[in-house]
């Protein structure tokens, strides 16, 4: 079932890095970001990442915790959150079930031939379980203060 705006989360159930076992029922209470990128140790995705990280204290100032989203195994996602310091966890969606569920997974033309990848695309979770906003490929360009931007309103409307 895919993620509807306004409505609850199904219910799945997500590894990630530190040992953390993700489920929309696991952060009830706090908003969760939900952001997925193509790969660890590419340019734009260690961008991406590295502004999630140095706003990290005020996504968590704003009520929120942040996850990244990948299809890369958890190794390399260790190995990334190590490299850059990040201060968030890391879903390791190897079987891409993540990726499928909220229609992140698309047809790309790299080099000349189609590929699947991941469109670069965040989604704001509410306190309650309630997606409440989309970014679909979106450039990493102020996109995080973006983000941030629209979890203080989430808190502000609470």
Known sequence: MTPVINKSLPEFEALATGGVKFTPQSHIGKAVVL??????NTPGC??????????HKDFIKAGAVVFGVSRDNMASHEKFKQN???????????????????????????????VKGIERSTFLI???????????????????????KAVKALKKAA
Not at 46 to 55: G, I, L, S, V, Y
Not at 88 to 109: S, Y
């Open 126 to 148: 509410d306190a309650e379980g309630v997606m409440r906003a989309e970014w679909r490929g979106i450039k990493v360009a102020g996109h995080v203060d973006e983000v941030l």
């Open 35 to 40: 952001y997925f990128y193509p790969k660890d």
């Open 46 to 55: 260690t961008t991406e990442a590295m502004q999630f990280r140095d706003q």
């Open 84 to 114: 850059l310091e990040l201060p968030f966890e890391l879903i390791a969606d190897t079987e891409e079930k993540l990726c499928h569920m909220f229609g992140v997974v698309k047809n790309k033309i790299m080099y000349g031939k189609k």
